[in-house]
């Protein structure tokens, strides 16, 4: 409990209520009866302290009960009855107050503020007005009485509150900071400043947060940002950082596009409250802008808006699936799920989690949840078609695009699939060539339609009409591996081999990374010729594996010449058509030695190679051979030769011979695995470890062989440039 306050007990002093002993242990039980409102208030006063307004206003009742005309209780009980949000009650307090003595400027003036509270405008000037009249002092009753006239006329408050300060000159810090207020009420922003200052200076605790928030708050109005930030600023300094203000800061900054000092402000209310909704939405946006998903999944993880706003936990399963984390991703968004059973982005989202992890069950349980909740959700729909159709429900699936179709007719998408699903089948083929038709009229230009419409044309053994739009499809997309096997089958149902061979081994080598082998063009290979196939090897694998436009990076070389081993870093760099230069790197990458290849031949600096103790004859001769069969291999000379045939020995790999180079095929045919030339007798340039770019194959690893050396170059931090590949490279 807490104890009276002093002011209380001279109250009941004054009001004779309480009649002062030598010791306060004397008989309380007279004094209650000499004086019968006594134990009332002290209730009061008690229950006052203790919060309970109810309690104490009950209290207050049967002290005037016993003293009626007490203005003192009056007063009392007219501010507990505010406290209690019983103005009705408050204001009779009051008039009966002022009724009981029309000269107490304090009864007045509580008789003004509880008609202001209670909305009654023209009764609070009056009563406000009576206090001024009693004591023209009173500030109270003068800031009240000027803020009421400000609502609706600010020049004539400002005009009453100088009227005041002449009277009262000791008042100029209160009247300068109640003057700013009703300028910022009138949009003299720039004055009302001028005027918290003054006051700030005058009093230092007219400074207040209310009066500093109020002016910022203003300018935000007229979007004055600048002076607004000042104000928060001066704020921040008078009160501390607090990770909303910081959270407004910063929203303010990004409207003034300073990004920087904006994020410094978030980073500052992240740290103070680690949890903060604002700072950490922006600082996982600003991370998942930069790609930093870790970043951003740690600071929405943290925030205390997670479990409150179901976008968050999207946000998060998103961030997840971005890492390659899509378990993780499926438990948030599972217990997102749990939170919100009726939210059908999160289902929606969470049953493609439950796809990517293979639960198609549960997918599916979700998915017709949501189409059933939300009909018109077209991609929750689409999902469930596809999904239906991947596990060769067909009818089912085909039920589904319906109802998509019939709610949208030009859904290309879903014209699209449906088309190419049942045509894939061979199932009800006009139908599915009219939805892959309307698909393509809506798109003209997508591939993947082309592809099905050609597809269609397939299924129903309309091999030209097929050829024509799969042709069409591969130079919409030239490196689809699908596209290419459906053109190589119309081909070959047309009876054109070579187109279908070309085409059919184009597949193969896109589906390499995955899949080795020739394969899938093996049946149209044996309905060629030798002599056929030499020219066309060539055009496959200048697609396949050739259009090297530059070749630049660090290199490890070791090998061995005449006896004597060497082993260097080494800067590779090739400039198509014929350039080629390798040079031995020192300590700190200083240039040792330097083999270079171009149109006037081999140049070779190597004096550091001498020092080593190899001769210099020898080394040219190595180096001549090996850069020659590699600039043959990086320019696409290989591939330009004329009369070139196709060898397949019984125990051998198959080769390409021609006057100038022979070339072995490896990875079951696929690609060059070989290179030798006349040029460069019983030297041999091996390819290994390729890697794929643009589609293409690119060897990491040259290895040379010749007699007295072999040396073997390996990219290690190496980039490469191909020319542009278009389908016409191979369709005839």
Not at 343 to 349: A, D
Not at 374 to 390: G, K, N, W
Not at 525 to 541: D, H, I, M, S
Request: aromatic content about 8%; overall charge neutral.
């Amino acid at each position: 409990m807490k104890p009276l306050k002093r002011a209380a007990v001279l109250a009941a002093l004054a009001l004779g209520l309480w009649a002062p002993r030598a010791s306060f242990a004397q008989d309380a039980a007279a004094a209650s009866a000499r004086n019968p409102g006594l134990d009332f208030y002290m209730k009061a006063l008690l229950l006052e302290n203790q919060g309970d307004s109810e309690g104490a206003l009950k209290a207050y009742r049967a002290a005037l009960a016993l003293n009626p005309n007490s203005p003192y209780l009056l007063r009392q009980a007219a501010r507990e009855a505010l406290n209690s949000n019983d103005a009705g009650e408050a204001n009779a307090w009051a008039r009966r107050a002022v009724a009981v003595d029309s000269s107490d400027a304090k009864s007045c003036l509580l008789l003004g503020q509880v008609a202001w509270s209670a909305g009654e405008k023209d009764a609070a000037l009056a009563a406000f007005g009576k206090t001024l009249e009693l004591n023209p002092a009173s500030a109270d009753a003068a800031f009240s009485k000027a803020e009421i006239i400000a609502v609706n006329s600010p020049s004539r408050a400002l005009r009453f509150l100088e009227k005041f300060l002449k009277r009262n000159p000791a008042e100029a810090a209160a009247v300068r900071y109640e003057r700013a207020k009703i300028e910022i009420m009138a949009g003299d922003l720039d004055r009302a400043r001028g005027d918290l200052e003054s006051a700030a200076s005058m009093d230092p605790e007219l400074d207040t947060l209310e009066g500093r928030y109020a002016l910022a708050q203003a300018y935000e109005v007229k979007t004055d940002t600048p002076a607004a930030l000042a104000q928060y600023r001066v704020i921040m300094e008078q009160a501390g950082p607090s990770a909303p203000l910081l959270d407004h800061m910063g929203d303010l900054l990004l409207e003034e596009n300073d990004g920087r000092e904006a994020r410094a402000r978030f980073l500052a209310a992240h740290e103070l409250a680690p949890s903060d909704a604002e700072a950490d939405d922006y600082l996982a946006a600003e991370a998942e802008s930069r790609g930093d998903f870790s970043a951003a999944a740690a600071l929405i993880s943290s925030s205390a808006a997670l479990g409150q706003d179901p976008a968050l936990s999207l946000r998060l399963s998103y961030d997840l699936t971005q890492m390659d984390r899509t378990p993780a991703a499926v438990k948030v968004l599972a217990r997102a799920h749990a939170l919100w059973p009726d939210n059908v982005e999160v289902s929606y989202f969470l049953a493609l989690g439950r796809l990517d992890l293979g639960q198609n069950a549960k997918a599916e349980a979700l998915l017709r949840a949501v189409v059933k909740a939300r009909p018109d959700f077209r991609d929750a729909r689409y999902q469930l078609a596809s999904l239906l159709e991947s596990e060769n429900r067909m009818a089912e699936s085909e039920k589904e695009f319906d109802a998509l179709l019939a709610r949208d007719p030009n859904d290309a998408a879903a014209l699209n699939y449906l088309g190419y699903s049942l045509a894939d089948r061979g199932l009800e083929l006009a139908k599915a060539e009219s939805l892959a038709s309307r698909a393509v009229k809506l798109d003209p230009n997508n591939g993947a339609y082309v592809d099905s419409l050609g597809w269609a044309y397939f299924k129903e053994g309309r091999s030209t009409q097929a050829v024509s739009e799969l042709s069409r499809a591969v130079s919409l997309i030239p490196d689809d591996e699908t596209i290419w096997m459906h053109l190589g089958d119309a081909y070959a149902q047309e009876g054109d081999w070579p187109a279908s061979w070309k085409a059919l081994m184009r597949s193969a080598s896109l589906a390499a990374p995955k899949f080795s082998g020739d394969a899938r063009a093996r049946p149209a290979r044996r309905r060629l010729l030798a002599a056929q196939l030499g020219p066309l090897y060539l055009k496959y694998l200048a697609a396949a594996q050739g259009g090297l436009e530059r070749v630049s990076g660090l290199c490890a070389v070791r090998g061995k010449v005449m006896g004597r081993t060497f082993s260097f870093t080494g800067l590779i760099s090739f400039r198509g058509p014929g350039d080629l230069d390798l040079e031995w790197m020192g300590p700190l990458f200083t240039p040792m030695a330097d083999l270079r290849l171009d149109g006037r031949g081999l140049a070779v600096s190597a004096g550091a190679l001498e020092a080593g103790g190899l001769a210099h004859a020898a080394v040219k001769a190595a180096a001549g051979a090996a850069l020659g069969l590699l600039r043959g291999y990086l320019s696409g000379a290989i591939y330009a030769q004329s009369r070139v045939r196709y060898v397949k020995p019984w125990f051998f790999k198959p080769r390409l011979e021609g006057p100038d180079w022979t070339l072995i095929l490896g990875r079951g045919g696929l690609f060059v695995s070989e290179v030798r030339s006349p040029h460069w007798p019983g030297v041999i340039l091996k390819l290994r470890r390729f890697s794929f770019q643009n589609r293409r194959a690119l060897p990491q690893e040259f290895v040379f062989s010749g007699r007295g050396f072999t040396m073997r170059i390996s990219l290690t931090q190496a980039h490469a440039r191909f020319s542009p590949l278009s389908a016409a490279a191979l369709v005839p």
